[in-house]
């Protein structure tokens, strides 16, 4: 059967078995949400012995479980690994939801609920494409399956795991489906990612909440200091202050740059797609390359004192933020994890206490593009989109791809085919109900390339 | 009977009086407690006519009512009419008290809950000294009350009710204990209070929260953006940056810095009492008059972002602050106000949206210390605590005052019997037992002697 009858034909249980995934609500962040994730695991035991897989397990880690399925067609073939995550990130601030967020809605073309792109549905692309590549018998490679449960909180228990399965996961490449192409006319390959720490910052002041008329203007406010702390780690250029914070950072050669400026990009849509007057960044660098190459400094979240409604005066004794800095290729997050609490420890002023606790972080990655996968890949996405795929750099974080290179001595192929547009991480997360069964020919097509050729492994 | 032996008598009935004012969580910023606010003016207007008013009556006002009481004894006497307020302010952080909040309990010579100082132990002070003057026959001025519903969140419907009501509200002083003294060793009178402005700030950036890595160091994040404009309206000697800001502060004379300067003060145990190791303020001045002549700039609450466990990733749509100054006499607080807004319009970025709403705002205060009423008060503090109290300038803001002065043309006496550490508008406010049952018979004291005079009208 040809894969467009194929799909045609499984469309409503295909639908269906993802909206089995979107509607558990497996959150890493939250730990009420711990049972969630143990159904998530199970229920993706179960799709990936459907596909195919000769087995398929849950297996242990000091956090949430991995599911591992595999098939083994011949010790000859070479091996691909999928790697995924089933856990999604949390949805607050769920009044932003047009949609319940676990609940597969179809809408206007689009697949709407909190994983729908990031991971469930581009990781159920890649498990459908198997499927249909193994029944059709194009399959060239065995194929191994990892998926996660803790991506979105970096990864903590899969690096020991790695190390304690190294002959488990022994393959040739490892591919990813948890990347964005450009646009949905532009097919691309991400072929380097940041890196990410991420750190939470308390400020400590009076030991309590105090009288703002009686105490204010004799006592450091916390809230006041967080905000001249946060404002002194970027200057006016948008450079990072910490010092020696930029001594690794790979200086991008003038022929990549030029390669971004060929990326197809209109600040005019860009802006109107996030709804902005004005785009700010870091000075001597384009928006693509600010978003890529060079790394950034963000709070995530920020709170303290008063926030309820009125109008309450108070002096607050603490306040918190949660911030992170994407990297770049060559930074290493720890010692930049290092660096920025040492410069913050150094810096605080003596009225007031501040701590920071490191609570993420990860490596950047650079695919090579002569990788028999990459190359695999390339071919696959120029025969189903018709146009050959940009190799491009992004700017968002897979710490666990470095991880996979370090413990597994394995390189990843990031065949992601995600759209900028999908909101993940965002309220009304969603995902093109097209581009996701193009999705699945694509993998399919990969399938018919990668082990053909002697070159393969 | 000699006021020790009439409160020693009633000691269980006061304090089971104030228990049920206690009880009642009439906190004006929380709509929900809306049905609280009736409840408390009830309680009040109940407790009002048992003390000995002749009449008592719950009046309605654009929110939460007034209640008003009165003893008219002659025309000939002069009036004193006793201010107060019957919400408190909210209480959370409720995880930070050791007892229940709306409850009032002995603890090792204090009674603790929210309101125990600030207004209805202080205000029950008032009620009980004028029950006891007059059933000891001292009262020789007649006596009105006006107890009000929103003191907390700016008396937004007062002034209207004081234009709407001026005959009925005719006095000679007002009389307010709602204020802090030096300490319960050092008795003080407060002749000056700070004005306030208040303002709640929202920055835009993004329609939606974006992927930080996937937008990261191309959009301006609105977090940061909030952190560097509120680190902007501070410089580095504490001094308040918007333009025209200091124009009409008080140019306090050295005279009056002397006498702060004899206020007894001990920096170490002042610190200690607040659990810091430096203090921080505007050069030039010390913590007392930074406190007290000075204005300030206060973060009171601050949110935006992702705010829960763990370490979500995002570049947030929107930053919140509530702000406030307090202000000194002569400030205006609609100029200042006025001026910040402009500021904050005028220097905001392109790449955000700033909108700056004003929450509340009221004028400083002055009282002179030749007024008879303030005499009367003088002298029933020094035969109670065996000393003259200091005559000071407190950092608070009563924005009422103002209003009282403006539009009823009565000056006001703060007779405030509160103390700095009673954690008004903290988690664990209390008050000293016997301090309040000392409070009863200053106020007591104070109808021996105001009104015994000619002068005093």
Redesign the interface.
Known sequence: MKIKEYLSANRKQIIADLASLISIPSV????EHKPDMIRCAERWKHLLLEAGADNAEIMKTDGNPVVFASKIISPDYPTALIYAHYDV??V??IE?WNTPPFELTEDNGYFKGRGTDDDKGQSFIQVKGFEYALRNGDLRCNVKFIFEGEE???SPSLEKFCRTHKELLKADVILVSDT?MVSAQTPSITTGL?G?A?WQIAVT?????????????????P??E???L???I?DNDGKITVPSFYDDVEEVSAAEREMIAAVPYDETAYKKS?????????SGYN??E??SI???????????????????????SQ????V?C?LVPHQDYRKISELFIQHIERTA?????VSVTP??GGQGYVCPIDLPAYKAAEKAYQRIFGQQPLAIR????IPIIAVFEEVLGIKTVLMGLGL?SD??????ENYPIELFFKGIEIVAEFYKIFGHNDTDR
Request: charged share 20%.
């Open positions: 890493s962040a939250q730990p990130m949390p607050e601030p932003l979105e909180i970096g964005s940041r990410l991420y002041g009076p030991d309590r909440d105090l009288h703002s008329g009686i105490f204010g203007g004799a006592v450091a406010n809230i006041n967080l905000c001249k946060i404002a002194s970027t996030i709804g902005v007057d004005e785009l700010k960044g870091e928006t693509l600010r978003a060079r790394p950034t400094f963000d709070v995530c979240g920020i709170w303290g004192g008063y926030t309820g409604d009125g109008a309450k005066t108070v002096l607050p306040a918190f933020a949660k992170s994407r002023p003596p009225y007031i206490k609570l993420h992004r700017g968002g974080s900028e909101a993940t991480h965002s309220p009304n």
